[in-house]
């Protein structure tokens, strides 16, 4: 079980918006930044926000992130068909010391 | 281009070793910590070392404490797992990783299969 929590599928029609949350506690995300990754199977996994809501220059600006408390959510607006991929969030947790994830949503674009 | 790449998996028996490897370019590899990331058969990432910049600080997640082993040379651009007493929850795809902006580059991972 991952410590921090995210629904394990999201999914929207082309064009449409999707959230996917991330829960934790004050010991991860409540103390530290938040990163998501984007996983497309047999690839490498591809950083697309950090520090809660900067994006890498290469990352549309479809893609935004946000944090409140123990929680941060990941947006994809304007859904494409090549956004389908599993998306992590990820921080470090005080208390573990170490880098934990959450377990991971499947977007699937109707 | 900054790239990592990892070597060294295989498959091997329940108990048993292997060294992985992952090569670093393209950046300054003294300069940034590194981690090592495993996705597991079923959808899910897990971090399981991390080593800081010069070598001299490693942390491990509890399921692998006193069996990995987390190091890197500098003078190689090179990072490290050692991995010990394997055994089949050890198995997936281990990735080397960047620490920057959390984990801003990653290598396209090592397979390492348990099994007997």
């Known amino acids: 079980q991952s410590v921090l929590t995210q629904p394990p599928s999201v999914s929207a029609a082309p064009g449409q918006k999707v959230t996917i949350s991330c829960s934790g506690q004050n010991s991860n995300i409540g103390q530290g930044w938040v990163s998501w990754n984007q996983h497309l199977p047999g690839t490498a996994p591809k950083l697309h926000i950090y520090?809660?809501?900067k994006r890498p220059s290469e990352v549309p600006d479809r893609f935004s992130g946000s944090k409140s408390g123990t929680s941060a959510t990941l947006g994809i607006t304007g859904l494409q068909t090549g956004d389908e991929a599993d998306y992590y969030c990820g921080t470090w947790d005080s208390s573990l010391n170490g880098w934990v994830f959450g377990g991971g949503t499947k977007v699937t674009v109707l | 281009e900054v790239q990592l790449v990892e070597s060294g998996g295989g498959l091997v028996q329940p108990g048993g070793s292997l060294r992985l490897s992952c090569a670093a370019s393209g950046f300054t590899f003294s300069d940034y910590g590194m981690f090592w990331v495993r996705q597991g058969p079923i959808r899910g990432l897990v971090g399981v070392a991390h080593?800081?910049?010069?070598?001299?600080?490693?942390h491990y997640a509890d399921s692998v404490k006193g069996r990995f082993t987390i190091s890197r040379d500098n003078a190689k651009n090179t990072l490290y797992l050692q991995v010990n007493s394997l055994n089949a929850e050890d198995t997936g795809v281990y990735y080397c990783t960047r620490d920057r902006n959390g984990m801003d580059v990653w290598g396209r991972g090592t397979t390492v299969t348990v099994s007997s």
């Open positions: 520090d809660n809501n």
């Open positions: 080593i800081n910049d010069d070598g001299t600080k490693t």
